[in-house]
């Protein structure tokens, strides 16, 4: 049995059409084959499963602002659903289980990000640090939540890309689909 927490459907279908790329036909069979009890956990960290969650958004706010505030204070690891379900994958081809943290590698601030992003973008506006204690949430978000990736990364023999590499990949793949990217 494989459990992926975190996942809000778009890693799911990341895996999908990881498969469909790898000529590998998905029944639920395959994931839960008969005699094959042992669950698989992929646990993923706060919000950022799929990298187009957040660079999405700061896509979306600075195309109608000359200035935006995003917090410094909030410190993950940015990560792909496309990275992360090859991942997964590789370790479920490989006959792995227990419990492996998946991220791409290195970590960022959000506001880091975001600079990133927008410089990508050519955005010409004014980006301002600020503290998670200037916007109001429902969740507590918290301060580093970086993941570290050595049990799968001892496992596939190889680390996921860098934040950086997977966000121009998703930039490009972004534009690709005829989203307007400000440059």
């Given at each position: ?9 778009q ?16 029944l ?5 084959p ?10 993923n ?10 660079v ?5 706010w ?21 990275d ?31 600079a ?9 506006g ?6 998670s ?5 429902v ?5 580093f ?24 990949r ?9 989203n307007?990217?400000?440059?």
């Amino acid at each position: 049995m494989i459990l992926i927490t975190g996942a809000n459907g778009q890693l799911g279908r990341a895996i999908q059409n990881e498969c469909v790329g790898r000529g590998i036909r998905i029944l639920p069979t395959d994931f839960f084959p008969e005699g094959n009890r042992k669950p698989n956990a992929f646990p993923n960290g706060l919000t950022h499963l799929d990298i187009s969650n957040f660079v999405e958004k700061v896509l979306e706010w600075s195309r109608d602002k000359e200035e935006l505030k995003i917090v410094e204070d909030q410190v993950s690891c940015p990560s792909y659903t496309v990275d992360l379900a090859g991942a997964v994958l590789d370790l479920i081809a490989a006959g792995e289980y227990g419990t492996y943290h998946l991220s791409n590698t290195e970590y960022c601030s959000r506001y880091e990000w975001a600079a990133f992003i927008l410089k990508q973008t050519g955005w010409k506006g004014k980006l301002i640090p600020v503290s998670s204690a200037e916007f109001l949430t429902v969740a507590k978000r918290p301060a580093f939540s970086a993941l570290v990736d050595s049990t799968a990364r001892r496992v596939l023999k190889y680390s996921l890309p860098n934040w950086k590499d997977a966000t121009l990949r998703f930039l490009k793949r972004y534009s690709e689909y005829g989203n307007h990217i400000h440059k």
